[in-house]
């Protein structure tokens, strides 16, 4: 069975500072993300990883290269575009922000063509880019383990919707910890969640 270790990266100064910013290259870790990303290699040192794939966002990049593995860079694990929103930390920038995550994750009609921000990009974009890497993953390496790396609310959103055993509000403020980890196996149903950010799904509520 295919299992894919999907990996927010490290720590950053935005995530710190409260900024709002999807853009490219993006800013590097901070020392603490750094001992994050070492942390979480020796967390997976036992495990044979056969391949790496991860966002071209530094970040991410930096992430990935603790692994010790080489790494295959995918613009589709990029952040989500953020649009008009980008560089911004003020409070009705994160009200808009926020806003999104209301009509991504609603419990019975969610609404992912919304855009993240003025001019961002919708969730079913975003949830599509991660459904072709999963797709190459799977084609590449079946059977095998391997480690995605990529950012919090893209992969937040897109293993909500991806995954079969999670209900579509799942996601909503259930934040993937920096360098935290989201373990998924393949299944013949389809992609099911096993844990989420360390905790085991069955005892998770799954609404």
């Known amino acids: 069975m295919t299992r894919i270790i999907f990996i927010r990266h490290g720590e950053t ?12 290259p993006g800013g590097p870790l901070t020392e ?16 044979d990883v056969a391949a790496v794939y991860s966002s071209p966002l530094t970040r991410a990049v930096q992430t990935a290269t603790a692994l010790g593995r080489e790494v295959v860079l995918r613009d589709d ?3 989500c575009s953020v649009g008009d929103l980008e560089g911004r930390g003020d409070q009705d920038s994160f009200a808009r922000f926020d806003l999104t995550f209301e009509h991504w994750y609603h419990e019975t009609d969610p609404d992912l063509d919304f ?3 003025p001019n961002g990009e919708t969730g079913t974009a975003a949830v599509a880019r991660v459904a072709s890497v999963v797709r190459d993953v799977l ?6 383990t391997v480690a995605v790396v990529g ?7 897109a293993l909500t919707t991806l995954c079969v ?6 996601g909503y403020r ?21 844990e989420w950010s360390g905790v085991a799904v069955d005892e998770l509520e799954l609404t």
């Not at 100064?13 to 490219?24: E, F, Y």
């Not at 084609?139 to 095998?144: I, P």
């Not at 950012?151 to 959103?157: D, K, P, R, S």
């Not at 055993?165 to 799942?170: D, H, Q, R, V, Y």
């Open 13 to 24: 100064r935005h995530n710190v500072d409260l900024v709002i910013t999807s853009g490219a």
């Open 32 to 47: 603490r993300g750094e001992d994050q990303a070492r942390a979480l290699a020796d967390q997976l040192s036992d495990i």
């Open 77 to 79: 694990l990029r952040e």
């Open 115 to 117: 855009p993240l921000g």
């Open 139 to 144: 084609r590449a390496h079946d059977g095998q």
């Open 151 to 157: 950012h919090g609310t893209v992969l937040q959103l």
């Open 165 to 170: 055993n999670l209900a579509p509000s799942f």
């Open 174 to 194: 259930r934040w993937i910890a920096n360098a935290g980890t989201v373990l998924v196996d393949v299944a013949e149903r389809g992609l099911v969640c096993l």
